[in-house]
């Protein structure tokens, strides 16, 4: 298969190899620990409250159901007492409505959940979401509206510092294969390609062993953030261009992480629920490591499973440098979404001294939405918003590539990330206006 | 453990090691071999002119940014590197107080009042360069001739004309070239020829501009569009009539050429952000400093190109932009 590639982008320094060759270690639940479980931890609406305080639930029981068709069911993580409902700390939001459950016991067997329905039905009731940290509900994705011929599975991990896509694909590769079989096979998909970034060779040759066997052709990526990006995967390899303002479907294509292919294969054949999942924990900490964690996990116990903190650390980063949101408290919990820990000593801060923008056009190059940052970030300054929205700020993926590369230190993507949702505003009142 | 406070920023959290402050030091590196090429041809005064012009173009900077309550912003580099261009764009001989009103008009005049650094519509340095050109015509053009340091540090200076001058002066008084007038090849890529302190000697320039691709300060864009049409333009003019001027290929090297495709048209602040853009600013470069070289009365035109250009930028990166990615044209 030809690999067609993307324009613009970057290659930031990787630094996956503190954490790429270590086997995933599961965290232990001790009586007594905390959960912390936000009951908005996916794109659309929050989960609703199922369960009462006091209550007590079992690993696996539903505590919050979907709030609607977008959006996902939350499960207990253990054996506990539900302790409170109130407000959980959120990286995004501050603080936000959750639920904490406190373990009484420790166990490793979960509650399934039922087969009835249809498989939609099945992915929905386990509230699997995407695990590469966009957490869009799976199960929305896999109902298609329009005719999919592609099914995509991205292997990419193209985030510098996070390995636990990595390790998925080399201690479970037959989950992710068969889960996306399953997903190709439910859903009538003609073909399914699997995508590993070339950084990833063990990977590489462990999934051509299987290719022949589950009818899925592996394509070796070029190594290149962000090449795990949906709509730069799908150029990459199928030379499809999603347009402006649509998603793959347009195209005949979904696309799915690795590890939400895993969590399918675990909801439908074995009936698991997601109240788990692998966080890469690295940067400054003593041991840096690849965790398998219970979901409401505050971030602290996985750093202290890593030693401790090495050095002061100045900055946390929930997720992967180049996306991911620093957070201002290691009472943070994992969530469905939490693909890594990255922790930042001061010494591993980089030089933030900010200029005017010298107009270089690093940003304009770098940039895999061939957008033209440095002129939209003089719209963003004046709140240009009408400009703004014809310079397409709307179809930014907000993968950073042009504050990376920006030598004056514009924050050239957090105002694109503002203006975007100011934006969305206007035309839901235009709108409104019209109708 | 007491919950500690952690810096929060918009992500991303990973920079790229290059910084503006960098970035501006690395191209006056890449001016280090015009700069000793100079001082080798022109002794003392290009020592004079270097260190007067930055030091006037530093201070000019700081003052401004003391007295507008602006932070100072002579860390950033663009000072200094502004100074060091417009001593390359001056005769050797120019008197004290032209680099002095020159670095006046570069960074107060040209730069400072449209805002500072990333502003400024014109490069300041060739703004300083037309506008003494203008004011004191005699003084903007007393070429002195280059003698190697060898021959001991240039003290005394003996007048002498440019190449090109000699050529457009030849061209009104017998209408044709005169080809024991012109300068040889290697006079001219070494820099053996007056002229401007930094513009001849075309090696040395190639060698800075190369360095600046090298470390992927600039792009080939500008520098071989701006030069690939000037050599196109005057080599058909040269096919049609030999008589009328010299070969494409002496063009190219000659009158500062080489510096204003590197070093002077590919200055971010005042050229196209978007590629091809800059294909069409280069192109338009070369095509003016071309015309102003055959037909205008100018001998040298390239600044005076790179300047009008300037003004088309806004413009360029305007009506170029390239459609976004799954854009659908309207
Ligand atoms: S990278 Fe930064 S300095 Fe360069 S053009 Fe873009 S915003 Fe301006
Ligand atoms: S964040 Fe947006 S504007 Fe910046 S490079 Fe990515 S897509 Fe382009």
């Not at chain 1, 989960?47 to 069911?73: C, D, M, R």
């Not at chain 1, 890594?340 to 001061?346: P, T």
């Not at chain 2, 050599?231 to 003019?237: D, E, K, N, P, S």
């Amino acid at each position: 298969m030809p690999f067609f590639g993307f324009k613009g982008g970057i290659h930031p320094d990787y630094n996956k190899s503190s954490t790429s060759g270590k086997p995933t270690e599961t965290l232990p639940v001790r009586v007594g620990d905390k959960f912390y479980l936000p009951l908005s931890q996916h794109i659309g609406a929050p989960a609703k409250p199922v369960a009462a305080k006091n209550q007590q639930v079992k690993t696996g029981e539903l505590v919050a159901e979907a709030g609607g068709f977008i959006s996902a069911a939350i499960h207990s993580p253990v054996n506990g007492k539900i302790v409170s409902i109130s407000h959980v700390v959120h990286p995004m939001a501050g603080r936000m409505e959750g639920i904490v459950i406190e373990a009484d016991e420790t166990n490793d067997n979960y509650e399934p959940v039922s087969d009835e329905g249809s498989f939609q039905q099945i992915i929905q009731r386990a509230g699997i979401t995407g695990m590469g940290g966009a957490t869009f509900p799976t199960h929305v994705k896999l109902s298609p509206p329009k005719e999919v011929d592609t099914l995509l599975i991205n292997g990419a991990e193209c985030e510098p510092y996070l390995t636990c896509d990595h390790r998925i694909m080399l201690e479970e590769p037959l989950k992710v294969i068969k889960g996306a079989v399953l997903i190709k096979e439910k859903l009538n998909i003609k073909n399914l390609i699997i995508g590993i970034e070339k950084n990833k060779p063990d990977a590489i040759q462990l999934f051509k062993r299987y290719g022949r066997e589950y009818g899925f052709e592996l394509v070796p990526l070029y190594v290149k953030y962000p090449q795990g990006g949906e709509k730069q995967l799908i150029k990459s390899c199928l030379n499809r261009v999603v347009p402006e303002g649509k998603l793959p479907v347009e195209v005949g294509v979904i696309v799915h992480n690795v590890g939400t292919a895993a969590a399918v294969y675990e909801a439908f054949y074995e009936r698991k629920p997601l109240f788990e999942r692998i966080v890469t924990v690295t940067g400054a900490v003593v041991t840096p490591k690849n965790l398998r964690v219970r979901m409401g996990t505050p971030i602290l116990s996985l750093i202290e499973a890593c030693g401790g903190f090495l050095g002061v650390p100045k900055k946390i980063v929930m997720g992967g440098p180049m996306m991911g949101m620093a957070v201002t408290s290691v009472e943070t919990p994992v969530m469905k979404g939490t693909s890594g820990i990255v922790v930042y000593r001061e010494e591993d801060m980089p030089d933030l001294t900010k200029y005017p923008c010298i107009r270089c056009g690093r940003c304009v190059d770098a940039c895999p939405m061939l957008l033209v940052p440095s002129i939209m970030d003089r719209f963003v300054k004046r709140e240009m918003y009408e400009e703004l929205e014809q310079h397409h700020v709307l179809n930014c993926i907000e993968c950073g590539c042009c504050s990376y590369v920006c030598p004056s230190r514009r924050t050239l993507v957090g105002g694109f990330k503002t203006s975007k949702r100011h934006i969305m505003q206007i035309i839901k009142e235009r709108g409104a206006k019209n109708a | 453990m007491p919950d500690r406070k952690f810096l929060v920023t918009f992500s991303p959290h990973d920079r790229h090691p290059e910084t503006t402050n960098k970035v501006m030091m690395t191209v006056i590196i890449a001016m280090l071999p015009i700069i000793a090429n100079s001082i080798w041809y022109y002794g003392y005064y290009a020592v004079k002119g270097y260190v007067l012009t930055a030091l006037f173009c530093v201070g000019f900077e700081y003052l401004f940014d003391k007295i507008s309550g602006r932070p100072i912003a002579i860390k950033d580099n663009s000072a200094l590197l502004t100074g060091l261009l417009l001593a390359m764009n001056m005769p050797a001989a120019a008197p004290w107080w032209t680099m002095l009103v020159g670095s006046f008009v570069a960074i107060v005049v040209s730069k400072q009042v449209y805002g500072g650094l990333g502003q400024n519509p014109f490069n300041p340095a060739l703004v300083a360069r037309v506008f003494l050109l203008i004011a004191w015509p005699v003084e903007m053009t007393s070429w002195v001739r280059p003698s190697p340091v060898i021959h001991g540090f240039l003290f005394d200076t003996v007048s002498s004309a440019t190449p090109l001058g000699t050529l457009k002066s030849d061209l009104i008084a017998h209408g044709h070239v005169v080809t024991a007038n012109l300068a040889t090849y290697t006079d001219q890529l070494i820099g053996n020829v007056s002229g401007c302190m930094g513009g001849d000697g075309a090696i040395f320039v190639l060698i800075g501009g190369l360095f600046m691709m090298n470390r992927k300060i600039i792009s080939w864009h500008i520098p071989v569009s701006f030069l690939g049409t000037l050599f196109v333009f005057t080599g058909i003019i040269w096919l049609i009539n030999p008589q009328r001027t010299i070969d494409p290929f002496l063009h190219i090297i000659s009158g500062g050429a080489m510096l204003a495709a590197f070093f002077m048209a590919t200055d971010y602040v005042t050229s196209p952000v978007i590629k091809r853009a800059q294909i069409v600013f280069g192109i338009g470069c070369g095509l003016i400093a071309g015309v102003i070289r055959i037909y205008g009365s100018y001998p040298e035109g390239t600044g005076f190109a790179v300047l009008i250009m300037n003004a088309f930028v806004p413009l360029l990166d305007k009506y170029m932009r390239p459609l976004s990615f799954g854009e659908v044209k309207k």
